[in-house]
């Protein structure tokens, strides 16, 4: 009697050892629970943080600006750059006025001025062309810009 005690024992003990391994590891890696790795981990917080800051930011701390940098761009007397909708513009020499096939301007991000056509573009502001619609500079005297987003040049 004592022997057919100990072996229900067991047997009660190792399905129940059974049962509760199922339970803990079956609630692991479900759609309540997933298990994941670290790189998903990482890249769903890098998008987090790039909606949030408007660039892209890694989990090491290292920061590029958004709508990537800035690029050299050369334009000669009579040609027109316009820019793409957020696309931000620095005259770096030469002479440029402001081109708008609209009414409205183009955002003088230095000085906090809405600069219409004929204005004189300022070397070394930043300019900001708002929406993609015509916006942008006549250049008048060759001339360098550092530009960042879309552009054109006509």
């Not at 759609?31 to 989990?59: C, F, R």
């Not at 040609?79 to 513009?89: A, F, I, P, R």
Request: net charge negative; no cysteine.
């Amino acid at each position: 009697m004592k022997s057919k005690l100990i072996a229900g024992i067991e047997i009660f003990v190792v399905t129940a050892a059974v049962f509760a391994g199922v339970t803990a590891f079956g609630a692991a890696g479900t759609q309540d629970d997933p298990l994941v790795s670290k790189s998903y981990v990482d890249d769903k917080i890098n998008q987090v943080l790039e909606i949030v800051n408007g660039g892209s930011v890694s989990v090491d701390g290292t920061i590029a600006p958004a709508g990537g940098s800035y690029q050299p761009v050369y334009a000669s007397v009579g040609q027109v750059v316009l820019g793409g909708e957020g696309t931000e513009m620095i005259l770096r020499s030469g002479k440029a006025n402001i081109y708008i096939e609209g009414v409205d301007g183009l955002v003088d991000a230095t000085t906090g001025k809405n600069l219409t056509t004929g204005d004189v573009a300022a070397s070394n502001h930043i300019m900001i062309v708002p929406r993609d619609d015509g916006r942008g500079v006549k250049v008048t005297e060759a001339a360098w810009f550092l530009i960042k987003g879309d552009y054109t040049i006509q």
